[in-house]
Every structure is written in structure tokens, then in C-alpha cells.
């Protein structure tokens, strides 16, 4: 396991973009350089006692800084490559994210990072390298898991291709940070004022309909209903598939248990810790019949 | 032996005044009066990347039954203002497997390792409690008498006095280290059910556990928490908790172990003052692992200014002879 950083780091920036988005940029090198592909951090928000608990979020991105390194000096030059700046992406959807977005450059907050087993965990490369095309497919928030993913898999060679649902086209952000990492990107909104009207899991399955015959990895990462539909799309064309869990958390660090889904065939016991031994699962091992995850 | 209080308030300002800080519980010396709350800290390991455990006085590890437990479905918890409301059902690993798997770690460290122990009938708690005896490494049990008797058609241990002094009494016969009982909150008098563990044989009582809450999603209007009702901790609990120990401590003879959203040495020492020989840190090393140790050493540094010993602070409240009936 990587090491984990638990500190109170800076922000650098916290900008807004639509629909109730924003892109939290902290200055957290030693978590940025540790981070992998799917890990999750925990973020606190400090000197508030009635907003106690950390938030789990997808580490959205890791860069250098985004000051020019110093012209003189060999250190300076290199020194600038390392990633010093983590980025979160997140929406407003209840107290705590709305306090975050109140959150302005030079503001502290709480960072633990990185969290979880991520996509490239030993036990889930196999597939990778099995695939024709790796499919990163998500919902909504659900694009925050994705995008170092997406570069991994650019770095090494692997196809990927990116499917992006929301429910009107103001949820679609960052698809831009992906055009370079993937060979085609597939989006869908609700309302239909972005790409294709309905779920993103209906072109998904067109695709994978056309594409008989090919070996495909799904990546998903969203709501529980797209998480469940993915999964029954991959299992039914004979695909791996994994997923990136959402749930409550207490701590995010293994102990309050808070966390836990239920699952079978992993040998751990009926219920596994969505901090712990996921974020990312096999799908085939989530017991999705119980609806048990409701609007978090 | 420490020099009189008095003497000592004495001594000029500016010499080194180093306070103890250490304290015995049941026969048990603690390095100092912090300990981690049995569900907030797992069995040790968890934060050893964290902090230094060998700093803590104790640490109170994730209730053990017998038989391992799954726990409650999804969702287990839910945040409210300035506090958590949490239904995991006690899962665990049974007391095997913690025996055999986690205790070796614990055993490694300083620090004093105390058991939550619980089980949904009598001979469950003395079951397990039999298991953990062969285990090497463990300082004390601590009864959890919060769960319901389910032979006794669901009535809650903790809520009835003649059921505590049972399950208190039998799991007293069996153990072969120190019983601390740890109360529920959730009973119109807590002395009644105090004063029934102190005479089945208690060494400590640990108060207070969880109190019962809820929360509804006015949108689904279905509860939050899967378990329909669960228990809420964190700061919110403080002034509820700190009364329930102060009315406690002055109602038994055996010690009293502090516990109810402290986040700070300042909290902890109210509840020092109010009259806990010791605290424990609970829903706070989910948000600020290293909560336990800042509070050791916020303790240290007022009884350092304060020139007292821990042992002159606890109970030490002040109580004007105007004041109204503490009990209200």
C-alpha cells in the first residue's frame, strides 16, 4: 500500500464551473506524488464543530505547480516536473460542499490522501492488459474518479474510451481534460441538450452490441443505478468490469465500518469497506439486487 | 508523594512543576487519563501510520462476541449538526480471530489494551469473555451493556438494573482481568443502573455510550440510517454526557471513565473536574486522528500551570453552597 498523508494543506485555487461544479486545487505535494489512479482523499474542513466529518473525494487530478519554475538554478527546473497541486472535483450538493465552495486561495483545509485501493491495484492489472479497449465509463461526479485513469492508460498505450452521462449538459465538466488521454468520448444528458437524450448506459450498450467479439475492461464510476447497469451490461457481453464505490463515509480510514457494501465471493466476509478494500471493486463481487446504497 | 496542594500553589512562580498525570484504574496504571473509545479507533493498527500509540493511555478496542458479527446493512451512518448518528451492528471478527489476529499487535505496543466485550445473551458475554481470557496482552474487559437481551424479548441490558446486575455479575465470575462496565445513556436515572454494576462487582464504569437518535430524508421520507433508529455521538452529546458522569461519580465508590464528544483537553478536564479519573476520545479520531494526544498534552500543560496533579483535579469540582440541587 502507498503511503498516506494525513496534513492541513493550502489552497491554491477553487474555481467554478457549471452546474454547481468546482475544482479545488491544493497545494499537497507529498499526497499529489503518492496518489494512484481511483484513490480518494478525505477532506476536512477546519474550525467548524457542527460539520465534523471528513469528505471522501476522487483525487481528480495531480500537476506541478502552476508557477513558472525559477529560471536560475538546475533544482528549480526539475523540482517543477514533481506534482505539487491535487485537484478535487466537486459539486454542491449538500452543508459540506457548500461550505467548500466558500473556500478561497490561501484558506487552509484538512487532507488525507491518498485513501483506498485504486484501478491499477495488482489484483485488477490482468485485465487491463487482456482488453482490446478499456471503457471508462460515468455519471455525473462520477467523471472525478476517471481522469488519471484515463492518462495511465494513454501512458501505457491502452485504448480507452470515455462514456460521460449527466442529467443536462451543465453536468458535463471536464470533458475537455480527457481529449488527449482517449480515442473517443460518448456523452449523454437526460434533458438532451448535450449528446445523446437518456442514460449514458444506452449508447454504451449500442457499443458494446457493435463491438461483439472484442475484449473490453470497464472503468465505472456514478450513481449506484449506472454502477448496476454497467455491471449487468459487462456480464451479459462477458466483460470485466470494475467500479468505483460511493458511499457515506465516517472516517476513511478502515475503522468506523460506516462505509461498508455487501459482497460475496471476495473471502472477506459478507461486507467489505468502500475506504479500505475498494474504492474500486470487481463488480462481479457487489451484491447489486439490494438497492442498500440510497441517495448519499 | 507528592507535596499538599497547598504547599505546592506556593511554590514561586517560574520553578519547574512537572505534574503526574498517570492514574490507576482496577489495579491498572495508565501513563496518563486518555484512552480511545472502543468503534473509533479498530483494533490499534488502523492509526499506527497516524500517530504514535505508545503516547496513548489506553486504547479500548472494537466490541468482540463471541461469534463474529456481519453488522447492519447499508447506510450505517449519517452526519448531523456537530455530531454522527451510527447503526454498524457491532460487526466484528469474534473473539478467535481477534485473539489469534490482532491481539499479537497490541501486545507489541506500551500502551494498555482494554476489551469492549458484548453479546445478546448472558452466557454470550461470559462465552466470549472466556475466549479473550486465553488470549495474553489484554489489561481489562469493558462490558457493553447497551445491547438487547434477546432472550429477555429485546429489553436492553443496560436499561433494566436487575438484568445489568446479571449479565455484571456472571461476566465478573469469568473474567480473569478487570471489568469496567460501560453505560447507556439512554435510562431516566444513570446512577439506578451505576450503582447496580458497582454491586455485581464492577472495577470501573465507562460512561456515557451512544444516545439513541435518528434522522429522515424528508424527500424519500425514509430514514437515514438503514437501522431506522441509531446512535448519535460527537461534540453535540458533550453537556448530556459530562452531566450523566458528574451525577455518576458522586453516586459510586469505583472509577469513573469519561466519555461523550470530547475533541479537546479543555473538554476532557470538565469531565475531570465533573469527577472521571480518566476520558476516552471517540467520535473525534474519525475527523482528527491525532485528537487523543493533543488532548494528553493539553492536560499536561494546564496541570502545569494549574501546579495540581491529575489526581488533585478529578473530582475537584466547585459546587457554590447557593447553588441549586445538582440534580434537576
Known sequence: ?296 | MAAPIAERERTPAGTEFNPQIGVEISGIHFANPVLTASGTFGYGQEFARLIDLNQLGGIVVKGISAEPMEGNPPPRIYETEAGMLNAIGLQNVGARRFVEEKLPFLRGLRTRTIVNVFGYTTEDYVRAIEILNDGSGIDAYELNISCPNTRAGGMVYGNDPRLTAEVVAASKRAARRPLWVKLSPNVTDITELARAAESAGADALTLVNTFVGMAIDIETRTPRVSNVTAGLSGPAIKPVALRMVYQTARAVRVPVIGIGGIASAEDALEFIIAGASAVQIGTANFYAPDTALRVVEGIRAWCRSKRLNLSDVVGSIKIPPSAASPVS
Request: aromatic share 6%.
Open chain 1, 1 to 296: 500500500m502507498t503511503r498516506m498523508y494525513d496534513e492541513i494543506v493550502a489552497v491554491t485555487e477553487n474555481r467554478p464551473l457549471t452546474g454547481g461544479h468546482f475544482l479545488l486545487s491544493l497545494r499537497a505535494p507529498r499526497q499529489a506524488q503518492a496518489t494512484r489512479p481511483g484513490q480518494f482523499a478525505m477532506v476536512r474542513l477546519l474550525g467548524r464543530s457542527d460539520v465534523l466529518l471528513r469528505r471522501p473525494m476522487s483525487v481528480y487530478d495531480v500537476s506541478p505547480t502552476t508557477r513558472p519554475p525559477r529560471a536560475a538554478g538546475k533544482r528549480g527546473a526539475n523540482a517543477h516536473r514533481q506534482p505539487e497541486i491535487l485537484q478535487l472535483l466537486y459539486k454542491i450538493v449538500g452543508r459540506g460542499t457548500r461550505l467548500m465552495a466558500e473556500l478561497r486561495p490561501g484558506d487552509s483545509v484538512g487532507l488525507a490522501a491518498p485513501l483506498g485501493h485504486g484501478f491499477f491495484a495488482e489484483e485488477y492489472l490482468e485485465e487491463a492488459r487482456r482488453a482490446d479497449e478499456v471503457l471508462l465509463v460515468t455519471g455525473g461526479i462520477g467523471i472525478a474518479a476517471l481522469l488519471l485513469p484515463a492518462r495511465e492508460l494513454a501512458t501505457a498505450g491502452i485504448k480507452s474510451r470515455l462514456f460521460f452521462g449527466g442529467r443536462t449538459r451543465a453536468d458535463l465538466v471536464g470533458v475537455q481534460d480527457f481529449e488527449s488521454s482517449v480515442a473517443g468520448i460518448t456523452l449523454a444528458t437526460e434533458d438532451g441538450s448535450k449528446g445523446h437524450r437518456g442514460y449514458v448506459t444506452e449508447p454504451l450498450a449500442n457499443y458494446l452490441e457493435r463491438h461483439r467479439g472484442r475484449k473490453f475492461l470497464l472503468m465505472v464510476c456514478g450513481p449506484w443505478g449506472m454502477l448496476r447497469a454497467s455491471a449487468e451490461l459487462a456480464k451479459r457481453h462477458g466483460h470485466a468490469c470494475l467500479v468505483s464505490m460511493e458511499n457515506r463515509m465516517g472516517c476513511g480510514l478502515g475503522v468506523c465500518l460506516g462505509c461498508s457494501i455487501r459482497v460475496e465471493g471476495t473471502g472477506h466476509g459478507a461486507y467489505e469497506r468502500v475506504c479500505t478494500e475498494g474504492p474500486v471493486f470487481n463488480a462481479e463481487h457487489v451484491i447489486w439486487a439490494r438497492e442498500e446504497i440510497p441517495k448519499i
